[in-house]
């Protein structure tokens, strides 16, 4: 029972790239999933988060505009496009879900990784490296 992010790699800004996040072992139909990313040196913090049932979004200031989430319940996968990749997007990223959307949520419009209780599952994370 894990979720997995996977997709990083090595661009250079103004390039794109799309980051899975994939459950095994339970469904994700019932869950709202956030990306996560946390640069060296930096907290993890929220950056997009999805609805369970794919038809709301929400993202922090810093990615708004360049970055898109979506999920496919069939695949059991949530999605991050992420265009426009900028220098300081440079950080190992991370999916989480839960159940209760408000925890996530609140993640992400402060930009942290959640207050109280942990989040029911974090995936391990996959490193993006945007080079000048």
């Known amino acids: 029972v894990q979720l997995q992010a996977s997709g ?3 661009v250079q800004a103004g390039e794109s790239l799309r980051l899975s996040c994939a459950a095994s072992g339970f469904s994700l139909d019932d869950y709202t999933v956030g990306w996560f990313r946390q640069a060296p040196g930096k907290e ?3 950056i997009a988060c999805i609805n369970s049932d794919g038809d709301s979004t929400a993202y922090a200031d810093s990615v708004r505009g360049r970055f898109t ?3 496919d319940n ?5 999605y991050l496009q992420m265009n426009n990749l900028k220098t300081e ?3 190992v990223y991370y999916c989480a879900g839960d ?3 408000a925890k996530i949520l609140g993640a ?5 990784s959640g207050q109280g ?13 945007v080079s000048s």
Request: hydrophobic share 30%.
């Open 44 to 46: 993890r913090g929220g």
């Open 74 to 78: 069939a695949k059991n996968t949530v």
């Open 69 to 71: 989430i979506s999920r």
């Open 99 to 101: 159940r209760r959307e």
């Open 89 to 91: 997007d440079t950080a």
């Open 117 to 129: 209780s942990a989040m029911e599952y974090w995936g391990r994370g996959t490193q993006v490296t």
């Open 8 to 10: 990083g790699g090595l």
């Open 108 to 112: 992400i419009f402060r930009e942290d």
